[in-house]
């Protein structure tokens, strides 16, 4: 009895195990019962004789032969004769019912949980030479929209998102925002960036690149240091190096992601990164534009290359080699980025170019005469800091940073009033530990959107005006939309005063950009555009982070705007080799100009800002034009 049991316990065992097998396994019991209908009615026919009517008895296979196509077809027993065959055939033609109505039950359940599963975005990806970008954050659809026109030389260009989020709401949402995706084919992945098994569902092993976003939510920081973790510590990842940018918020936390990422990542401090460029537009009007266009791949880029016919020259000379390129550094062996080097530095073998170009395909050194005019070179001229009054409107996590770095370039005595009405700004603003002799801090506790609060601020008197968005307590659109209010305000205290205001603003979204021109602001500080512009280069080109620090780094060599009248006669047309010995005699190396005039087309919105021109022609300047110089002070 006892054994009996054990064995009836154990069949079922087996058959509950069978039957979670899922699809298959249920299409092969319903085969299996087939079978066994079909052997057993061709068995009993003949055996027993039993025949149609006016027919001969059967065999076996004849038999089973007839219950087969019962099985198959129901209507095949309508014309049967003789009552004992249509009785075994009709129970033949009941289990053949009951089991194709199962198996199309089955078939149809498999089917919607095979799409089921395709939706959740669970599949692996089998592509090589892939850009992965792992989270989700606003920031990705500039990424995705630089990396699309970075592709078009490409051929299959595909980039592969996974994120903690719905696959078909990801390709919603991307197809919404971004309509054009030229050659580039996007692929979504729902999955843990930080779970090794879910990593591998996007081929790390095969990518060209994989950025790291900083997702939405609280700790984001070590949601990132842990997926760049799980990404170099796999146990089954590659012998090569990967190329990786990754997203940081707080730089408190970039020590532990450098240690974690090594050689193999680079590290985008955003607030950081943004922080900088506002203190660098607020002090030159129009810079934006230069970083925007150094940072997007529509139009000039940085490009980090060998070039055998500079190696030997000084860089001096090697500055003016080119035509249409502009030579503004150089990496050295051990990857280390040197900007504007003395002129005197002779390019040794083995070190790389830092240059900027259109293409990289279009870098070639000039050959023919330079036409310099040495003549209409002007004597250095030495102009003194002075103290400045500074405003900032508005508060949010980068505001201290943004107070610091200010300081590292005001002359002593300066002034710095922050308005606002946050929390906690006070305490912060109590907190920055700064020179009061350098740069002395007022607090005021004011509704930076209301007009008579800011006529009491006497907004004309400052030198610059810096407007932050209220983006830590508001959501994107909610302070954008302030800062646009605040624009509007400072825009007819200006008009009311009869005085420009040198305004910079910064904005959250990039849509609201457009909105924002009205108000007549000097620059636009995109905080989430800046940061994907970077992501995106960064994973195109390994020492663009390097390259960006040492740009925006007090110690190095820095943008400048200075009046081109300071550098050569503008009474006469000059060209820009002309221009770039000016500037080399300074020890600066020239990037650029400024022209604000009504019949030059402004086709991509810099302002005139024109980076990299044409070094042969001709140019006639006026005493409004600036000229973009990359230097140490």
């Known amino acids: 009895m006892k054994s009996r049991e054990h064995w009836g316990a154990r069949l079922r065992y087996e058959f509950d195990k069978s039957m979670a097998g899922g699809a298959i396994a249920l299409i092969g019991w319903l085969a299996l019962i087939s079978l066994i209908v079909i052997i057993l009615a061709g068995l009993f026919l003949s055996l027993t004789g039993i025949a149609p009517e006016g027919g001969e008895p059967m065999g076996f296979i004849e038999g089973a032969w007839e219950s087969l196509m019962r099985t198959f077809d129901a209507g095949t027993m309508g014309a049967d004769q003789g009552w004992n065959f249509r009785l075994i055939m009709l129970l033949v033609t009941l289990a053949g019912i009951f089991v194709f109505s199962a198996l199309i039950g089955v078939i149809s359940s498999g089917l919607e949980e095979k799409l089921s599963e395709l939706r959740k975005g669970r599949s692996r990806v089998l592509e090589t030479e892939h850009t992965i970008i792992l989270n989700w954050s606003p920031s990705i659809f500039d990424v995705i929209s630089e990396l699309i026109i970075a592709n078009q030389s490409r051929r299959n260009p595909r980039i592969v998102i996974m994120a903690n989020k719905d696959k078909v709401e990801m390709e919603d949402e991307i197809a919404a925002k971004i309509a054009d995706r030229k050659n580039t084919k996007i692929i979504c992945r729902s999955g843990d960036p930080t779970d090794l098994y879910d990593l591998g569902i996007v081929n790390p092993q095969t990518s060209r ?61 955003a607030d950081d990164l943004i922080a900088r460029i506002v203190v660098h537009t607020s002090r030159q009007a129009g810079l934006s534009a230069v970083y925007s266009e150094l940072l997007d791949f529509d139009g000039c880029e940085i490009y980090t290359l060998d070039q055998p016919d500079i190696v030997g020259k000084s860089f001096g000379n090697a500055v003016l080699a080119y035509d249409n390129s502009t030579l503004i550094g150089l990496c050295d062996k051990d990857g280390a980025i040197h900007l504007n080097p003395n002129p005197n530095r002779i390019i040794a073998p ?25 003549n209409a070179i002007r004597p250095i001229i030495k102009r003194g800091k002075t103290a400045e009054r500074t405003l900032i409107l508005g508060w949010n996590r980068r505001g201290p940073i943004i107070a610091s770095e200010l300081a590292r370039y005001v002359a002593p005595g300066s002034q710095l009033t922050i308005a606002a009405d946050t929390a906690e700004f006070e305490s912060e603003v109590a907190a920055l530990k700064l020179d009061p002799a350098l740069l002395s801090v007022r607090p005021r506790v004011i509704d930076t959107s209301s007009r008579r609060a800011l006529d009491n601020l006497d907004i004309p008197s400052f030198d610059h005006v810096l407007v932050l968005g209220y983006s830590d307590d508001m959501t994107a659109q909610s302070a954008d939309t302030r800062t646009l209010i605040t624009l509007l305000q400072l825009r007819k205290i200006g008009e009311r005063a009869d005085k420009h205001i040198s305004v910079v603003s910064e904005m959250i979204d ?36 390097a ?22 006669d503008i009474s006469k047309p000059l060209n820009f080799f002309t221009v770039g010995l000016a500037a080399l005699r300074r020890g600066e190396v020239a990037l650029g100009y400024r022209r604000q005039r009504a019949d030059d087309p402004d086709i991509r919105n810099l302002g005139g800002v024109v980076v990299n021109p044409n070094r042969s022609e001709k140019i006639t300047y006026t005493d409004s034009d600036m000229l973009i110089v990359l230097a140490a002070d």
Request: aromatic content about 4%.
């Open 547 to 568: 390259i960006f620090d040492e740009l925006l780094d007090e110690a190095g060599s820095e943008i400048y705007m200075r009046p081109m009248s300071d550098y050569v």
């Open 350 to 374: 083995g070190e790389r170019a830092v240059i900027i170009s259109e293409d990289d395909a279009s870098i070639r050194t000039w050959s023919g005469d330079m036409g310099i005019d040495k």
């Open 510 to 545: 990039v849509r609201n950009r457009e909105l924002a021109e009205v108000t007549r602001a000097e620059d636009f500080v995109v905080s989430n555009k800046l940061v994907s512009l970077m992501l995106a280069q960064a994973s195109e080109n390994e020492s663009m982070a």
């Open 209 to 269: 690149s994989i950025i790291v976003l900083s997702p939405d939510g609280d700790d984001a920081d070590s949601q990132v240091i842990k997926t760049v973790l799980a990404l170099v510590n796999d146990p089954n990842r590659r012998p090569e190096k990967y190329m990786i940018a990754a997203e940081i918020r707080d730089a408190d936390n970039a020590e532990v992601a450098r240690i974690v990422g090594g050689g193999e990542m680079q590290l985008v401090l």
